[in-house]
C-alpha cells in the first residue's frame, strides 16, 4: 500500500504533522525526518530543488520513519515521469483548478492503459530494474494529493475530489489568501472561514484533506476545523525562527548575564 495513504488510515483521530522540506539539501531531510515529524513534502515548486535532489533526500529519508511526499513545479507529465522514477511514490501536484486538470495529474502517474506515464527499465522506483512485477503494481502503489489554491477551485471541491486517482486535498493560506483580496494574511477571517468550510466539504466528500500553518496555535486550529493532515512551516522557516530567537535573546540588554543555551547537542 502507499505509504502517505496508510498513514492516514492509520492517524484516526490524530492528524498527522508534517513540514516542507525547501532547502534542497539532503542532510537537513535526513536531520528533519529523525526530529519526528510523520511526513514531509519535498519541494520542487517554492525551492531550487532538482530531480537528483530530490532522489538524493528520498535516500537520505529512507533511514527515517518521516513519510515523503514530493510537490512537483507543475501539473506536468515529463516532470512527474521524472520524479516518479527517481523513487517518489506520492506526488503533490499545484494549482488544479478543475476535475480535468486533476484527471491529468493522475494521468501522469499511471501507466497505460489507465495513464501516459513512461515505462524506464531500469530506474531506481523499480529497484533499478530487480523488483518483481514492478509495472504490474506501480500504479496501484502512487499516491496523488492535488493542491486547491484559489477561490475557484475550492469551489469545484467536490467535482475533483471524485477525479478516480485523487486520494487527497491539499488548501494552502497563501495563495487562497491571494485569491481573496487579502495576499499574505494567512489567518485573515476570510481565509480561515474558507479554509473551515473546505474541510467540512472534503469530509463529507469522504477524501483527506491537508493544510500548512506557521505555528503549533494554528496547526491547532486546523485540526479543530476537521484537517487530516496539517504541516508547519518548513525546514528553512523554522531554521530562521530559532535563528532569530537566539540572536535576539543574545542581543537583549542584559544578556551578557545568559552563562548557557541549552540545543538537545553537543557544544562546538
Known amino acids: 500500500m502507499n505509504p502517505f495513504k496508510q498513514m492516514l488510515k492509520a492517524a484516526g483521530a490524530h492528524p498527522p504533522v508534517g513540514t516542507w522540506i525547501s532547502s534542497a539539501s539532503p542532510v537537513v531531510a535526513e536531520a528533519v525526518g529523525h526530529a519526528g515529524f510523520d ?15 530530490v532522489l538524493h533526500m528520498l535516500q537520505a529519508l529512507c533511514a527515517t520513519k518521516m513519510v515523503p511526499a514530493v510537490r512537483v513545479p507543475w501539473n506536468d507529465p515529463v516532470v512527474v515521469k521524472r520524479i516518479l522514477d527517481a523513487g517518489a511514490t506520492t506526488l503533490m501536484v499545484p494549482f488544479v ?15 497505460p492503459p489507465e495513464g501516459i506515464r513512461g515505462l524506464a527499465g531500469a530506474s531506481r522506483a523499480s529497484r533499478y530494474g530487480t523488483q518483481a512485477n514492478y509495472f504490474a503494481q506501480a500504479n496501484k502503489q502512487v499516491g496523488v494529493i492535488v493542491q486547491l489554491e484559489t477561490v475557484a477551485a475550492v469551489e469545484r471541491l467536490e467535482q475533483i475530489a471524485a477525479v478516480p486517482g485523487v486520494d487527497a486535498l491539499f488548501v494552502g493560506p497563501g495563495d487562497l489568501s491571494a485569491s481573496l483580496g487579502v495576499i499574505g494574511q ?22 483527506p484533506i491537508g493544510t500548512i500553518g506557521d505555528s503549533p496555535e ?34 537583549t540588554p542584559g544578556s551578557e548575564h545568559v552563562h548557557s543555551i541549552s540545543s538537545g547537542t553537543q557544544g562546538y
Open 39 to 53: 511526513w514531509a513534502v519535498l519541494d520542487m515548486e517554492h525551492s531550487p530543488t532538482d530531480t537528483m535532489e
Open 97 to 111: 483548478q478543475n476535475a480535468d486538470e486533476a484527471a491529468r495529474a493522475v494521468a501522469a502517474t499511471r501507466y
Open 186 to 207: 494567512f489567518t485573515h477571517p476570510k481565509v480561515m472561514e474558507l479554509l473551515g468550510r473546505a474541510a467540512e466539504r472534503a469530509k463529507a466528500a469522504g477524501t
Open 218 to 251: 494554528v496547526a491547532a486550529q486546523y485540526r479543530a476545523a476537521g484537517f487530516d493532515f496539517i504541516a508547519i512551516g518548513s525546514d528553512v522557516s523554522l531554521l530562521m525562527r530559532a535563528a532569530r530567537s537566539v540572536i535576539g535573546a543574545l542581543r
